[in-house]
């Protein structure tokens, strides 16, 4: 009993201890050199005639060490007298990266570090810093970098800290092989990574190099490219097999895919008071999903018309969430459940590591604001989009709970280099093609991307110089502006050249649900000159001309994804409307593509149509009508079908395509850089303003084998065709090959 009073007592004594508070009727500071009475007051916020006790007192000296000004802070209150005691930090006079001749990637390394020129020197940041030195090193290749420090004080208590860096070799990545039950092409998996295999044509691109970035965001994609095709229980490890020669590395992937599994049922769990009719919608997609492949795109899909209800005032607090639950022959049942969670707000988002970005871009493409209750579907819509702008290596984020209520949102942003130089090359049956260019991606830290770009075949030499702002005057809105010139020479043949210049200002944004709205003004000069042997209709077209126009297009694309696309669909229409100008025409198309996978064949089907017509008499130019390309009817030559006047290939009003094509199955291991595909084509290209005798309207068609080979020298596209049906005058190839890559 007497061991419990003593125990009570003195807890009674610390709880006395903590509690006493005295007023602070003045405060003192001692031993401050530098840094004034008055900052040291703002900082610790403290106010005079207020009560202070020990755990006031406690929070004083984390403020004042929270400025990194100070080495030691120490308190005493007495008598209403509040001392400050401090020892100031040094402040850091130079900061010097020794080992490293490119400027650029110095000034990469200074903006990442801590500590800064002119700025208090705290000591503890010197190892942080090196792990970030380290960490840029790695990411750029260099695996085998050492850094060490130096630090030299000054008579002036000053410091100068010095990185010494032995940057080593580069570790190459000579190799990328994928092991396990990974089910695809090696070459399939290859494309679907950020890291590349080092070629000599690839002596531009860092992705060459050993990065355990680019490692890790290559297993997200792996693991997402499976999980959308049905294995569910995929698994991805990574090891690298360092080489003995020159410290080279062959990067593996192990593939635990396992089998495909099938939604067997689907579950709608509301709340109990929510009305399912608002929900119909959601439920009648969870029934679609019922006896198809699991896809983790397509849960996603659907989760974020939840995202739509959360926006509407009846349902302001919705979240969804998914359980799967495995049942025997690869089986699942779903049950998509959505819940009304507690009323809860963001009260603060804070933006880190933004040295070149302005925050407002990062800011302007959140779901969520201050003030604004918080939603986790609308978060990871926000963490998305800032992803999507293709200018951070790494983006990361935490929540703090401030209150009961009330969340604060911490943005970490790693910015990449966001220059670009790019070339390439190619050559087939039409002849050689080069091109290259510059791009910036993130210009004036306003995420505003620049391009510039020539390419050079044996009919064009084209160039060009675009800016697009993606977020125009923060709208929302694409803004884009381009500045082209061409000149075109088609005197065989087609009888014609040409020599164009102009610019184009347009913009574009979501207009509703998918639905990509884009207008667009354009004012050219062309100068037209043709054959000597051309008809005379051709030849009064010769002369200068200014065109301008007004255009606009929908696209409604509804593809499960951008590349390697296996499923959905994709509608666009667009329409040239003439303006002030002599000229006339019109333009109208409509294209629309479906993708469907069958087994490990991805089956695609599009329908497309075109017009172009000229208002009352007038005829339209020969350098603006419509031709089919190879690439849309294979087995013809390009633009080589359709009316002809005086030998030359004048083109159409009218042109209708369909193109029908299927993936072949892998037929053996030793084939694994080769795809196979079977396909139909079918167009025409009819109508002719001046002389309906001059039309040639019949329906071509072909089918075919087309090989993808991907070689070492950079893709080889080859195709048999057979043609089913043409024209006397179409000129035919039953043979057609494309070899080119970019460096």
């Given at each position: 009993?007497?061991?419990?009073?003593?125990?009570?007592?003195?807890?009674?004594?610390?709880?006395?201890?903590?509690?006493?508070?005295?007023?602070?009727?003045?405060?003192?500071?001692?031993?401050?050199e530098?840094?004034?009475?008055?900052?040291?007051?703002?900082?610790?916020?403290?106010k005079?005639?207020?009560?202070?006790?020990?755990?006031?007192?406690?929070?004083?000296?984390?403020?004042?060490?929270k400025?990194?000004?100070?080495?030691?802070?120490?308190?005493?209150?007495?008598?209403?007298i509040?001392?400050?005691n401090?020892?100031?930090?040094?402040?850091?006079?130079?900061?010097?990266i020794?080992?490293?001749?490119?400027?650029?990637?110095?000034?990469?390394?200074?903006?990442?570090?801590?500590?800064?020129?002119?700025?208090?020197?705290?000591?503890?940041?010197?190892?942080?810093?090196?792990?970030?030195?380290?960490?840029?090193?790695?990411?750029?290749?260099?695996?085998?970098?050492?850094?060490?420090?130096?630090?030299?004080?000054?008579?002036?208590?000053?410091?100068?800290v010095?990185?010494?860096?032995?940057?080593?070799?580069?570790?190459y990545?000579?190799?990328?092989?994928?092991?396990?039950?990974?089910?695809?092409?090696?070459?399939?998996?290859?494309n679907i990574?950020?890291?590349?295999?080092?070629?000599?044509?690839?002596?531009?691109?860092?992705?060459?190099?050993?990065?355990?970035?680019?490692?890790?965001?290559?297993?997200?994609?792996?693991?997402n490219?499976?999980?959308?095709?049905?294995?569910?229980?995929?698994s991805?490890?990574?090891?690298?097999?360092e080489?003995?020669?020159?410290?080279?590395?062959?990067?593996?992937?192990?593939i635990?895919a396992?089998?495909k599994?099938?939604?067997?049922k689907?579950e709608?769990?509301?709340?109990?008071?929510?009305?399912?009719?608002?929900?119909?919608?959601?439920?009648?997609?969870?029934?679609?999903?019922?006896?198809?492949?699991y896809?983790?795109?397509?849960?996603?899909?659907?989760?974020?018309?939840?995202?739509?209800?959360?926006?509407?005032?009846?349902?302001?607090?919705?979240?969804?969430?998914?359980?799967e639950?495995?049942?025997?022959?690869?089986?699942?049942?779903?049950?998509?459940?959505?819940?009304?969670?507690?009323?809860?707000y963001?009260s603060?988002?804070?933006?880190?590591?933004?040295?070149?970005?302005?925050?407002?871009?990062?800011r302007?493409?959140l779901?969520v604001?201050?003030?604004?209750?918080?939603?986790?579907?609308l978060l990871?819509?926000?963490?998305?989009?800032?992803?999507?702008?293709?200018i951070?290596?790494k983006v990361?984020?935490?929540?703090?709970?401030?209150e009961?209520n009330?969340?604060?949102?911490?943005?970490?942003?790693?910015?990449?280099?966001?220059?670009?130089?790019f070339?390439?090359?190619?050559?087939?049956?039409?002849?050689?093609t080069?091109?290259?260019?510059?791009k910036?991606?993130?210009?004036?830290?306003k995420?505003?991307?620049?391009?510039?770009?020539?390419?050079?075949?044996?009919?064009?030499?084209?160039?060009?110089?675009?800016?697009?702002?993606?977020?125009?005057?923060?709208?929302?809105?694409?803004?884009?502006?381009?500045?082209?010139s061409s000149?075109?020479?088609?005197?065989?043949?087609?009888?014609?050249?040409?020599?164009k210049?102009?610019?184009?200002?347009?913009?574009?944004?979501?207009?509703?649900?998918?639905?990509?709205?884009?207008?667009?003004?354009?004012?050219?000069?062309?100068?037209?000159?043709?054959?000597?042997?051309?008809?005379?209709?051709?030849?009064?077209?010769?002369?200068?001309?200014?065109?301008s126009s007004?255009?606009?297009g929908?696209?409604?694309?509804?593809?499960?994804?951008?590349?390697q696309t296996?499923?959905?669909?994709r509608?666009?229409?667009?329409?040239?409307?003439?303006i002030?100008?002599?000229?006339?025409?019109?333009?109208?198309?409509y294209?629309?593509?479906?993708f469907?996978?069958?087994?490990?064949?991805?089956?695609?089907?599009?329908?497309?149509?075109?017009?172009?017509?000229?208002?009352?008499?007038?005829?339209?130019?020969?350098?603006k009508?419509?031709?089919?390309?190879?690439k849309?009817?294979?087995g013809?030559?390009s633009?080589?079908i359709?009316?002809?006047?005086?030998?030359d290939?004048?083109?159409?009003?009218?042109?209708?395509v369909?193109?029908?094509?299927?993936?072949?199955p892998?037929?053996?291991?030793?084939?694994?850089?080769?795809?196979?595909?079977?396909?139909?084509?079918?167009?025409?290209?009819?109508?002719?303003?001046?002389?309906?005798?001059?039309d040639n309207?019949?329906?071509?068609?072909?089918?075919?084998?087309?090989?993808?080979?991907?070689?070492?020298?950079?893709?080889?596209?080859f195709?048999?065709?057979?043609?089913?049906?043409?024209?006397?005058s179409?000129k035919?190839?039953?043979?057609?090959?494309?070899?080119?890559?970019?460096?």
């Amino acid at each position: 009993m007497f061991k419990i009073f003593n125990i009570i007592f003195f807890l009674f004594l610390i709880l006395i201890n903590k509690s006493h508070a005295d007023i602070v009727k003045e405060v003192r500071i001692l031993n401050n050199e530098r840094i004034t009475k008055e900052t040291i007051l703002v900082f610790s916020d403290i106010k005079i005639g207020t009560n202070y006790n020990a755990n006031d007192l406690d929070k004083v000296i984390k403020d004042l060490y929270k400025t990194n000004f100070f080495s030691n802070v120490s308190l005493d209150l007495s008598n209403g007298i509040l001392t400050i005691n401090v020892i100031e930090n040094q402040i850091i006079q130079n900061i010097v990266i020794n080992g490293i001749k490119k400027k650029e990637l110095v000034e990469i390394l200074k903006k990442q570090l801590l500590l800064k020129d002119k700025n208090p020197f705290v000591e503890n940041f010197v190892s942080n810093d090196i792990e970030r030195i380290q960490k840029i090193l790695k990411n750029s290749g260099y695996y085998f970098s050492k850094v060490s420090d130096q630090v030299i004080e000054n008579n002036n208590n000053t410091v100068d800290v010095i990185y010494n860096i032995d940057l080593g070799d580069k570790a190459y990545i000579k190799a990328i092989e994928f092991i396990g039950d990974k089910y695809y092409k090696d070459r399939l998996l290859r494309n679907i990574i950020v890291s590349e295999e080092d070629k000599f044509w690839k002596f531009i691109t860092n992705r060459r190099f050993l990065n355990p970035e680019n490692i890790k965001l290559d297993k997200r994609l792996l693991k997402n490219y499976f999980l959308n095709r049905g294995h569910y229980k995929v698994s991805i490890d990574d090891s690298l097999v360092e080489f003995t020669e020159n410290n080279n590395f062959k990067l593996v992937y192990n593939i635990t895919a396992g089998p495909k599994f099938t939604i067997s049922k689907s579950e709608l769990v509301l709340p109990i008071d929510y009305n399912f009719d608002d929900f119909k919608k959601i439920n009648k997609k969870l029934k679609k999903l019922e006896g198809k492949t699991y896809s983790l795109n397509k849960l996603n899909k659907i989760a974020k018309e939840v995202d739509k209800l959360t926006l509407r005032n009846n349902y302001e607090f919705l979240n969804a969430s998914f359980n799967e639950t495995i049942l025997d022959e690869n089986k699942i049942n779903l049950k998509f459940k959505i819940t009304e969670f507690e009323k809860k707000y963001l009260s603060k988002v804070n933006v880190f590591g933004n040295n070149i970005t302005e925050e407002r871009v990062i800011r302007d493409n959140l779901e969520v604001d201050e003030g604004d209750p918080f939603n986790e579907l609308l978060l990871a819509k926000s963490i998305n989009n800032i992803r999507s702008l293709n200018i951070f290596s790494k983006v990361e984020y935490k929540l703090e709970t401030v209150e009961e209520n009330k969340k604060i949102l911490n943005i970490n942003v790693e910015e990449k280099p966001t220059g670009e130089i790019f070339a390439s090359a190619g050559t087939g049956t039409t002849g050689t093609t080069f091109g290259g260019g510059v791009k910036e991606n993130n210009f004036l830290g306003k995420n505003i991307k620049l391009n510039t770009n020539l390419r050079v075949s044996e009919e064009t030499i084209k160039g060009a110089f675009s800016v697009a702002n993606p977020n125009w005057n923060y709208s929302n809105k694409t803004l884009v502006a381009s500045i082209e010139s061409s000149v075109t020479d088609r005197m065989t043949d087609y009888g014609y050249e040409t020599g164009k210049t102009g610019f184009t200002f347009g913009s574009a944004w979501e207009q509703y649900d998918d639905i990509i709205f884009s207008p667009k003004l354009s004012l050219f000069y062309e100068k037209l000159d043709t054959n000597q042997d051309a008809s005379a209709n051709l030849k009064k077209q010769e002369g200068e001309y200014v065109d301008s126009s007004f255009a606009y297009g929908f696209d409604l694309d509804k593809r499960n994804q951008r590349f390697q696309t296996s499923d959905g669909y994709r509608s666009r229409f667009n329409q040239s409307i003439p303006i002030l100008t002599e000229d006339t025409a019109f333009f109208n198309s409509y294209e629309f593509t479906t993708f469907h996978q069958i087994a490990d064949m991805i089956t695609r089907l599009s329908i497309q149509g075109s017009a172009i017509n000229a208002i009352g008499d007038e005829d339209v130019r020969i350098s603006k009508r419509l031709t089919i390309p190879s690439k849309k009817l294979r087995g013809f030559e390009s633009g080589k079908i359709g009316p002809i006047d005086s030998g030359d290939f004048i083109g159409g009003n009218y042109t209708a395509v369909l193109n029908a094509s299927t993936t072949l199955p892998e037929f053996g291991s030793n084939l694994e850089t080769i795809d196979f595909q079977l396909f139909f084509d079918a167009a025409n290209v009819w109508g002719v303003d001046y002389d309906s005798t001059l039309d040639n309207s019949h329906l071509r068609s072909s089918v075919g084998l087309g090989v993808d080979w991907y070689t070492l020298v950079g893709p080889l596209n080859f195709s048999i065709t057979q043609t089913l049906s043409k024209a006397d005058s179409d000129k035919t190839e039953s043979v057609r090959f494309n070899i080119g890559t970019t460096f």
